[in-house]
């Protein structure tokens, strides 16, 4: 018998509330883990991705998105961290060339954009973040968190365990801000 992973899902109204859930998830992260966020483009991954290392300790003018450079790795954040962008790979075996092995075996945290390109690189226990677009409100965006594994899991709780839902209701047609466990 399998459990399933478990699930949380946050709808976020703006842009400031991503940045928000963002900061909120880096105080309850611990290494080692890998976390991949998911989306179409323009949904927000970078925006997160930029907003949780902000709260780890690095200063905004310092955090550079790793598109062209493929990995940027932050050593003196609260929790060390490797930011991978897979965007522009064109086959996982080019994560072979810069020995992702070893980013994945540190104790570490990372951070995966774009997981679905990394192939048999992407392992099995992460935190799973999609973002998704609101199709009625574009600024919109609906995030699912999902726990693959025991530490994975265990940063989800910690996370909900602080899950105060402090945004504003703006919400139309019914829709609410803030979030439910799945």
């Given at each position: 018998m399998?459990?399933?992973?478990?699930?949380?899902?946050?709808?976020?109204?703006?842009?400031?509330?991503?940045?928000?859930?963002?900061?909120?998830?880096?105080?309850?992260?611990?290494?080692?883990?890998?976390i991949l966020l998911e989306g179409d483009l323009g949904s927000g991954k970078t925006l997160f991705a930029r907003s949780l290392i902000e709260e780890l300790g690095i200063h905004e003018e310092s955090i550079t998105s790793p598109t062209f450079t493929?990995?940027?790795?932050?050593?003196?954040?609260?929790?060390?961290?490797?930011?991978?962008?897979?965007?522009r790979i064109g086959d996982p075996s080019e994560l072979d060339l810069?020995?992702?092995e070893e980013y994945l075996d540190e104790q570490n945290?990372?951070?995966?954009?774009w997981p679905a390109l990394?192939?048999?690189?992407?392992?099995?226990?992460?935190?799973?973040?999609?973002?998704?677009?609101?199709?009625?409100?574009?600024?919109?965006?609906?995030?699912t968190f999902t726990a693959h594994g025991p530490l994975a899991q265990q940063v989800?709780?910690?996370?909900?365990?602080?899950d105060s839902h402090p945004y504003p209701d703006?919400?139309?047609?019914?829709?609410?801000?803030?979030?439910?466990?799945?």
């Amino acid at each position: 018998m399998s459990l399933s992973a478990p699930r949380y899902r946050h709808l976020c109204l703006s842009e400031t509330a991503t940045r928000s859930i963002a900061k909120r998830l880096a105080t309850a992260l611990h290494t080692p883990l890998v976390i991949l966020l998911e989306g179409d483009l323009g949904s927000g991954k970078t925006l997160f991705a930029r907003s949780l290392i902000e709260e780890l300790g690095i200063h905004e003018e310092s955090i550079t998105s790793p598109t062209f450079t493929l990995v940027n790795s932050y050593p003196d954040a609260r929790l060390p961290l490797h930011h991978f962008d897979l965007y522009r790979i064109g086959d996982p075996s080019e994560l072979d060339l810069i020995g992702m092995e070893e980013y994945l075996d540190e104790q570490n945290l990372v951070l995966i954009e774009w997981p679905a390109l990394g192939g048999s690189w992407i392992p099995a226990h992460h935190l799973h973040i999609s973002l998704e677009y609101v199709a009625r409100q574009t600024q919109w965006r609906q995030l699912t968190f999902t726990a693959h594994g025991p530490l994975a899991q265990q940063v989800l709780h910690r996370f909900l365990a602080h899950d105060s839902h402090p945004y504003p209701d703006g919400s139309l047609s019914g829709e609410r801000p803030g979030g439910q466990l799945l």
